[in-house]
């Protein structure tokens, strides 16, 4: 299995990341590669509950789904994710764990269990993506 795991660390507080990845109006300011946008009509960073992310593009919707199965706050969140209609990768986990850099924050952003390389590629291109938007809008 392979790993996508992408750093980058942005001129804002731990505090002004974590909202960033914790409510859903922030996520969906970033939570989309470009020129996709997003909705986040359901997530909540708490253990046991379910999220869903809508990407919208020229096409049909992109939906993310899973569940929230970790939570520091302030720090990490973890979650299953996969795709609605397309379960490609069943045991698929994002984690987004922050970490204190004076007065910056380094975000890791870690997606975990792609079994097919094209998978993989596409997940490293697209999270790539929301990363640099969520540069833009911190």
């Not at 939906?63 to 994710?81: A, D, N, Q, R």
């Amino acid at each position: 299995m392979k790993d996508v795991v992408i750093k980058r660390t942005y001129d804002a507080s731990i505090d002004e990341v974590y909202k960033a990845i914790s409510d859903p109006k922030e996520l969906e300011k970033w939570m989309a590669p470009d020129p996709l946008t997003s909705k986040v009509p359901k997530f909540e960073a708490k253990v046991g509950s379910d999220f869903r992310v809508e990407m919208y593009g020229d096409k049909e919707p992109h939906i993310g789904v899973g569940e929230i199965k970790e939570v520091i706050p302030g720090k990490k969140i973890s979650m299953t994710w996969n795709w609605e209609g397309a379960p490609t990768n069943p045991n698929s986990v994002l984690t987004l764990e922050l970490q204190s850099k004076g007065d910056k924050t380094e975000l890791t952003l870690t997606h975990s269990g792609f079994m097919e390389q094209k998978d993989f590629d596409m997940h490293m291109s697209g999270w790539t993506s929301c990363m640099e938007k969520l540069s833009k809008v911190l």
